[in-house]
């Protein structure tokens, strides 16, 4: 069952956010020592601090009905179980499968699935690349689902490199992408990983195209001994030449699929066994998600403050302020992950959702964003719940600065609550201002392979429960269709120069392109 306005459920729900807009005052309420008990849990690698949300333990409750009434259990089942979950596909969503540790059984492995399979092979390559003399170099080309995953990953485990090649991410159609990758390589020492479940998407073929000429230039190089293609259609890399392909199940979504052999990259990096302890710690999310009672399970939490934040507070969108320098491209890979994944106005079922979803997902990682647009967070007009991510511990040696980043990353989400009360001689409404803004808080022991893939699980399972709330088909982009399309279209009137049929705004803006300055185009 889908979320319906006119059920009491919804109704209550209204009335109990309108009260805590009249009457919860967040500085108020924590001065009771239980408000952070009750309303903060402990999921695998995460604590998760949830009580200076702007909710109470009511409004919580009245989610989890909400909840109930829209079946997230029997869909979770679903999901685990390989079901069809994605319902305009036509497809399963398999990314909890790729981390399921294999159960050994009557002293023989389980017959692997195509997921374990994929793996197993991405893991091996992985090692043989690693061990291969002839690259120093390895350069991933991908895009969205197929590149931010791979790169935030990279960022995130750089403590854990150990030998092996040096890895780039190259994803933009923008030649000064893949330029500026390749000007100090050396072609006879690198080799090409090009990820692309559909492989027909535009950039990456763009960028695939251009990196096999460069490769190409001096000519005596043969391309397929330096180049994987990573993709469902494994078929069609190999008609047109690779011999070194992966397999990506069609049950996989780009934007959940860094788990599968779209991980070449950070495999290679840090080597199979840290690849497999990132499974293990998303495992260990996964667990947590199906088991945990859904009053204490740390997804369904998230998920349900999404929904009550964008549906019953309207709040349009949420800051994500990783406080760790491994993770400054989580607010990328979290826009993709949700946006693509809940931003949409209709339900699985054609209709329209009737309320507003997922807002806009952005982010810089603390404390450089505290100089930037924190001072839009704490007295600007409109009011967005915070998200803080920080690691109790680091790996880089220098306390201090861990200290003050710990300190900092605490003192934000206090200011946003509290707010501040003017003084003697202090500027009345410039020095005071009310504070009651919300904020999360999610805190790692240490940003380490496990506490990653934890961490990253816990956001797709939260994308999962907010869109089973909404009746939202996840794991579809209808949307992004159309600019794909219409990006070929122009692609094509830059040889012919064809300007009709186009509106007035895109064929001016297509004739300056063309010709370096404007022409009448009546
Ligand atoms: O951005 C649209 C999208 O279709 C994403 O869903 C996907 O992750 C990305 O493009 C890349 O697609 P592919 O892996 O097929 O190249």
Known sequence: MTLNADTTIWQGLQARAAACERELNLAHALHDAGRFERLSLQAPHVLLDCS???????ALAALLQLAEQAGVAPRRDALYDGAVVNETEQRPALHVRLRAPLVPQGGAWVVEDECHAGLRDMLALAQQ???????????????????????LMLQALQPWYAGGPRVHVVSNLDGHDLHQALQCLVPARTLFIVASKSWSTAETQRNMASAKAWLCAGGDLHWPNHFVAV?????????????????????IGGRFSVWSAVGLPVAVAVGPQVFERLLQGAAEMDAHFAQAPLEHNAPVWLGLLDVWYASFLQMPGRCVAPYHHG??????????????????????????????????VWGEPGSNGQHAFFQWLHQGTQRIPVEFIAARTAEHGLPEHQEALLANALAQAQALMQGARAGEGQLLGHQDFPGNRPSTFMLLDALTPESLGALLALHEHRVFVAGTVWGINSFDQWGVELGKTLAKDLRDRMDSAELEGLDASTAGLLSFCLQGSLVSVS
């Open 52 to 58: 200076k949300c702007l909710w109470d333990e009511a």
């Open 129 to 151: 690349i690693r061990t291969d003399a002839r690259f120093t170099d390895v350069v991933h080309i991908g895009i969205g689902g197929s590149g931010l995953g791979p790169e």
């Open 231 to 251: 993709s469902s259609r494994e078929d069609v890399a190999r008609q047109s030449g690779f011999t070194q392909t992966l397999h990506i199940p069609e049950g």
């Open 327 to 360: 993770l400054r491209r989580l607010p990328a890979y979290l826009q993709q992950l949700e946006m693509e994944s809940n931003g949409k106005q209709v339900r699985a079922d054609g209709k329209p959702v009737g309320c507003l979803t997922t807002g806009m």
